[in-house]
């Protein structure tokens, strides 16, 4: 439904893919950029717009690709930029767009810049690319203020100085390997440029941007006062985020976005209060903007519906499309949230439907569409940071990152052909894979594709409002400005349907009602 006056992106379907779960393509039981290649037909069919490719920069990986050694090249793991190249052109032949994620907020400690500053000292040029500082206490021996990673433990590590004696500190908001950049320096600005400009010429179509809540720190680095929070508590009042000179930042991409104009840019923004957010998304600052409300919801009617308000409040406010999602590779997968085995995933199917129902842009994470669990997997197999610098408390991401089953009968389901997968696939994915769904009319994956065909050519799905339907507690009921109604039933017993011929359901419906744990389209 998109004019030639709308951007491309005003009410796409975003697919995120993975790069090293999606498919592996040389057998080193990693999937790749090739991988994703070989796969262009399956999303197409799926029908969705574009991809957003986790980073695939050169990378020791000790955060999966978000430690970047080299922000201009594309790591030898996924297949070189090469490989890139023929995924865009590949894609573009289709009509399929290519977005890749930026990691401006910090670097891999073995970037040539960090390494220059550990040898360089204290007070050189080199050292401040970076945030440095001498630690408290009488010898320095504490760090200097109390900031925590969001992976756990502090947020500084002490160095050896070039004399071999401990010395300075480096902020790192994530794991050690990945200090922070200093935005202060203008160094740091130019070098972005020199990347976004680097992939826009070579045909990417924009950018997710890492931590866009982030890069920016308050003068004098001031205590948190909740260091004890994770990360995804309602906490607007964190030094180490959200900090006003972040939107300077924002604007500089922006201009140079400008001249590309068909790129868009997709925040990461873990900002709750809908007037910040609202300011990221201003028209010389970001595209879009992700909206973490509906992951944050439970199932339930009540919490469904505040979450949606909020997001088409906040896009109001900032007079830019609504984003939508369920999961990601940082969150536990959905069919696992909200409750697991047959609910969980009538759940998740009856939940896309709203999400695809909504004006906006709406992005679906690989293995969604194939109603994959979370995986709880055994301690030694864990990768994630979060494991280790939690002391083992926290169990990290790894379980929603498990490899797509593509078919066959036993692990690694032709994800690879090595069987020693970066993370093991569980045996029951053998009813999940690929090819068994594609080959049943009722499974999730045939439910996915007809609901994204149907969003994409039915005119009801458009207009930028929604009105709500009065219902109780436990249903939800509401239709967009192209008059689609679209109804969620997260109670324990039937409600009765809304009027209007049925175009979709996420379960067979009986007796003009709407059975629980399921979502109804009708026109
Ligand atoms: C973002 C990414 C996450 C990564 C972190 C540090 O939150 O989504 O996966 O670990 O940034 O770059």
């Known amino acids: ?150 992976f756990g ?54 950018f997710r941007i890492d931590v866009a809540h982030g890069m920016a720190k308050p003068a004098g680095l001031p205590d948190m006062r909740n260091p004890d929070l994770p990360m995804l508590t309602l906490d607007d009042d964190d030094p180490r985020f959200n900090h006003d000179g972040v939107h300077e930042i924002h604007r500089f991409i922006r201009r140079v976005l400008n001249d590309y104009p068909n790129a868009v840019t997709i925040g990461e923004i873990w900002v709750f209060d809908n007037e910040d957010f609202a300011k990221y998304l201003r028209p010389d600052e970001l595209h879009l903007g992700f909206n973490f409300r509906l992951v944050r919801a439970k199932f339930d009617a009540v919490e469904v519906r505040e979450a949606i308000e909020n997001s088409l409040a906040a896009a109001e406010l900032a007079g830019s499309p609504a984003t939508w999602t369920l999961s990601n590779h940082d969150v536990e997968r959905e069919v696992s949230r909200y409750g697991g085995g047959a609910a969980g995933l009538a759940r998740a199917n009856a939940m896309a439907m709203v999400m695809l129902a909504l004006p906006g842009i709406v992005f679906v994470y690989n293995g969604e569409e194939l109603g994959l669990p979370n995986v ?106 192209g008059g689609l109604t679209c109804a969620l039933n997260t109670g324990s017993v039937a409600v009765a349907l809304p009027a209007g011929e049925v175009l979709l359901s996420s379960a067979p419906l009986a007796d003009g009602e709407l059975p629980p744990n399921t979502a109804v389209w009708l026109i």
Request: aromatic share 10%.
């Open 1 to 150: 439904m998109t004019d030639l006056n709308t951007p491309w992106w005003s009410d796409a379907v975003f697919y995120q893919a993975y790069p090293r779960s999606f498919r592996d393509s040389d057998g080193d039981g990693v999937g790749d950029l090739d991988g994703v290649t070989a796969e262009l037909d399956y999303l197409d069919d799926l029908g969705i717009d574009a991809i957003w490719l986790n980073p695939v920069m050169v990378s020791p990986m000790a955060d999966h690709g978000y430690d970047v050694a080299d922000p201009r090249d594309v790591d030898p793991l996924f297949g070189g930029i090469g490989a890139l190249h023929r995924l865009i052109e590949a894609a573009h032949a289709r009509g399929i767009k290519i977005t890749m994620d930026l990691v401006p907020n910090h670097t891999s400690s073995q970037h040539v810049w960090f390494r220059e500053a550990l040898a360089a000292g204290a007070g050189s040029v080199q050292r401040a690319r970076y945030i440095f500082r001498d630690g408290s206490g009488p010898h320095g021996q504490h760090p200097p203020n109390n900031w925590v990673s969001v």
């Open 153 to 206: 433990g502090p947020a500084w590590t002490r160095v050896v100085e070039p004399d071999g004696n401990v010395g300075q500190w480096y902020l790192h908001l994530f794991d050690p390997e990945q200090p922070d950049l200093n935005w202060e320096n203008p160094e740091i600005f130019a070098d972005l440029e020199k990347t976004l400009r680097f992939w826009l010429d070579l045909g990417v179509d924009g």
């Open 376 to 481: 709880d997997l055994p301690d030694e197999v864990l990768q994630d940071p979060t494991w280790e610098r939690s002391g083992h408390e926290e169990r990290g991401r790894d379980g929603c990152r498990v490899p797509m089953p593509w078919d066959g009968g036993t692990p690694p389901f032709g994800f690879s052909t090595n069987p020693d997968t970066w993370l093991p696939i569980p045996a029951e994915w053998a009813a999940l894979t690929v090819d068994k769904q594609r080959a049943d009319e009722d499974s999730t994956l045939a439910f996915f594709r007809r609901a994204i065909h149907l969003r994409k050519q039915t005119a009801q799905f458009s207009g930028t409002d929604i009105t709500w339907q009065d219902t109780d507690d436990e249903a939800l009921v509401f239709r967009t400005g």
